[in-house]
């Protein structure tokens, strides 16, 4: 499963959790929600999930005739971890114009008052997580979740993504749910940090493909330091990073990769980038007279 907070799970319409944790928690959603196209909401399609834990979000289920489709959601934290106060209002597929397939999501709009009426949305707010970014179920979990199987096939029936969108987004991220990085499609795109982190991994979407804040390269080897003998390092006590053996094969981890950095060899010395977002590389080297 993805660590994206919002997704958990997909059960038929007949089924819940079991157990004493969730006999009195968990929120039985009959109500069938009619579309997740903004543009067409219905008052019928308001739902209020305030302090519920596990709300199930039902869709048609055309493709299974009599059987809705229930798709069971969670706040954060964790699945016991209720949704907050005040959280009314209606749940909709997120598309920007301009931007690629991949920033589209599944989120909840928040709106004012306790009126049901789509007229509403606008004045609302997306629903966010504890520390500020909007609460969604992003694209590539979506693509790639097998619990996401019945949300998928119902954006696709109703022709909010198409086929070619999801194998794009597979290619891209190798068929894995992106829970290590938080993936940027634009400037200004806010995201979580956390300050006692010593890295912080990002996957930025680009024309060209997705570029990877973070080590392109895989693979394992043994490396030794030693003092640097290059020219702009005499008169320094600087070490440097020496590659003896490769033990596991090194592989480009970004698809597309322009190879600005340059893979791990035996017998080379190590590279990495010369900036947390730059375009050039440079050796690794440690200056052992900073303190």
């Not at 005040?86 to 920007?96: E, I, Q």
């Not at 190879?259 to 977002?277: D, F, K, N, Q, V």
Request: aromatic content about 10%; glycine content about 8%.
């Amino acid at each position: 499963m993805t660590h994206e907070p919002g997704f958990e799970t997909s059960v038929d319409a007949r089924t819940k959790p079991t157990g004493s944790k969730y006999k009195t928690k968990y929120n039985i959603i009959k109500r069938v929600v009619s579309t997740l196209d903004p543009l067409h909401l219905q008052s019928s399609d308001f739902m209020d999930i305030s302090n519920a834990v596990q709300p199930a979000l039902t869709l048609p289920g055309e493709e299974r005739p009599g059987v809705a489709l229930r798709i069971v959601l969670y706040y954060y934290g964790g699945k016991g971890q209720p949704f907050p106060d005040n959280t009314r209002g209606f749940f909709y597929y997120r598309r920007l114009p301009g931007l690629p397939s991949g920033a589209s999501a599944l989120r909840f709009r928040v709106t004012p008052g306790t009126e049901p009426s789509p007229a509403n949305f606008d004045a609302g707010e997306d629903l966010l997580l504890p520390f500020g970014v909007p609460w969604q179920v992003s694209f590539p979990n979506i693509t790639m979740s097998s619990a996401a199987k019945d949300l998928r096939n119902y954006l696709l029936r109703c022709g909010a993504i198409t086929q070619s969108q999801l194998d794009i987004c597979r290619q891209q991220f190798k068929g894995y749910i992106p829970a290590a990085y938080y993936t940027l499609y634009s400037l200004k795109q806010p995201f979580p940090i956390s300050f006692d982190a010593h890295t912080i991994h990002l996957c930025v979407r680009r024309r060209s493909g997705d570029k990877r804040l973070g080590p392109p390269y895989c693979g394992s080897g043994i490396a030794q330091l030693q003092a640097s003998t290059l020219p702009e390092h005499a008169g320094q006590n600087v070490l440097a990073m020496k590659i003896l053996k490769i033990l596991q094969p090194v592989a480009c981890t970004i698809p597309g990769y322009d190879g600005y950095m340059p893979p791990p060899e035996e017998g080379s010395l190590l590279y990495r980038r010369s900036a947390p977002h730059g375009s050039l590389s440079r050796l690794w080297a440690h200056d052992l007279d900073l303190k």
